[in-house]
Nanobody, 126 residues
Framework: QVQLVESGGGLVQAGGSLRLSCAAS????????MGWFRQAPGKEREFVAG????????NYADSVKGRFTISRDNAKNTVYLQMNSLKPEDTAVYYC???????????????????WGQGTQVTVSL
């Protein structure tokens, strides 16, 4: 198991930027695929971005391509989500997720991730 703690959420105007961070506990971070998901009020949780162990492969939801960037620093046990050109429809609780130790993948499937953070609220105003 790995514990995940998100930070960096907040209120921002449309067109602005935020960088989310997700700090992981333990010594297995560098051998876990990581992902970001989000859940807006009244909607199901959806995939935002994913990244492999070393960061060589990434994947994004179509709705955020070109605006969001996922990255990781294995020395700091942290994964990031840089969000630019934010839109009101990006308003949601953002969750960090980790895959099982030793499985490398990039996936939008929630079922492949077995560790989740508590989430951080992002609100984008007009």
């Amino acid at each position: 198991q790995v514990q995940l703690v998100e930070s960096g959420g907040g209120l921002v105007q449309a067109g602005g930027s935020l960088r989310l961070s997700c700090a992981a506990s333990g010594r297995t971070f560098s051998s876990r695929a990581m992902g970001w998901f989000r859940q807006a009020p009244g909607k199901e949780r959806e995939f935002v971005a994913g990244i492999t162990w070393g960061g060589s492969r990434t994947n994004y939801a179509d709705s955020v391509k070109g605006r969001f960037t996922i990255s990781r620093d294995n020395a700091k046990n942290t994964v990031y989500l840089q969000m630019n050109s934010l839109k009101p429809e990006d308003t949601a609780v953002y969750y960090c997720a980790a895959g099982p130790n030793g499985r490398n993948f990039v996936s939008s499937s929630e079922n492949l991730y077995d560790n989740w953070g508590q989430g951080t609220q992002v609100t984008v105003s007009l």
